[in-house]
């Protein structure tokens, strides 16, 4: 079974500053890996999938990458709209399905 | 404008079932894999279940593998979830979400607002 780890739980910051959220895999699965953003309320939305690539509409401040088993979201200059919720997500293969880390919380400073 | 359109949710006694359903419009529903996806009050996203395109492969978490089983009609672009053997912690809003792709196990890019379960005596 796979687990992701994320972190920080949260992160405060101001509008304008850079955000770096961490999600970390306890095994490889390739580059299976997703970000979605949720808001008090709302559905989540997707962001990244396969690590690197921008949802469609997805501005281009959210980036993401990786190296081994660690996946990397940034967010290049907060805008008052990116305080949110924060879930990676990794595929599993045997049994198939989708596993969500614990999510990240980005508040205002 | 594509969308997904949850309902089905209710207060059910521990024990019982429920049956989720999806109504799926603005895309080509026989062309996407499918999953629900619960969130239980104030927690995080937990991947219920998922089905390919064909509807011939299934997948289910450890926590509901045995009690609940994910179906989809082409005929009526749905998608459904029957719930049996219902606990307290089945207590959750269950999104209906659209892979990106023809396999669930890749992840979800369009998703509906919930429908609540409460599992409650």
């Known amino acids: 079974e796979i687990v992701l780890t994320q972190s920080p739980a949260s992160l405060s910051l101001s509008p304008g500053e850079r955000a770096t959220l961490s999600c970390r895999a306890s095994?490889?699965?390739?580059?299976?890996l997703a970000w979605y953003q949720q808001k008090p309320g709302q559905a989540p939305r997707l962001l990244i999938y396969?690590?690197?690539n921008r949802a469609t509409g997805i501005p281009a401040r959210f980036s993401g990458s990786e190296s081994g088993t660690d996946f990397t979201l940034t967010i290049s200059s907060l805008e008052p709209e990116d305080f949110a919720i924060y879930y990676c997500?990794?595929?599993?293969?045997?049994?198939?399905?989708?596993?969500f880390g614990g999510g990240t919380k980005v508040e205002i400073k | 404008e594509v969308q997904l359109v949850e309902s089905g949710g209710n207060v059910v006694r521990p024990g019982g079932s429920l049956r989720l359903s999806c109504a799926a419009s603005?895309?080509?529903?026989?062309?996407?894999?499918m999953s629900w996806v619960r969130q239980a009050p104030g927690k995080g996203l937990e991947w219920v279940s998922g089905?390919?395109?064909?509807?011939?492969?299934?997948g289910y978490a450890d926590s509901v593998k045995g009690r609940f089983t994910i179906s989809r009609d082409s005929a009526r672009n749905s998608l459904y979830l029957q719930m049996n053997s219902l606990r307290a912690e089945d207590t959750a809003l269950y999104y209906c979400?659209?892979?990106?792709?023809?396999?669930?196990?890749?992840?979800?890019?369009?998703w509906g607002q919930g429908t609540t379960v409460t599992v409650s005596s």
């Open positions: 979400a659209r892979a990106w792709v023809r396999y669930f196990d890749r992840g979800m890019d369009v």
């Open positions: 603005g895309f080509s529903f026989d062309d996407y894999a």
């Open positions: 089905i390919n395109w064909d509807g011939r492969d299934t």
């Open positions: 095994q490889s699965v390739g580059s299976y």
């Open positions: 396969d690590a690197s």
């Open positions: 997500q990794q595929r599993s293969i045997r049994p198939p399905g989708l596993t």
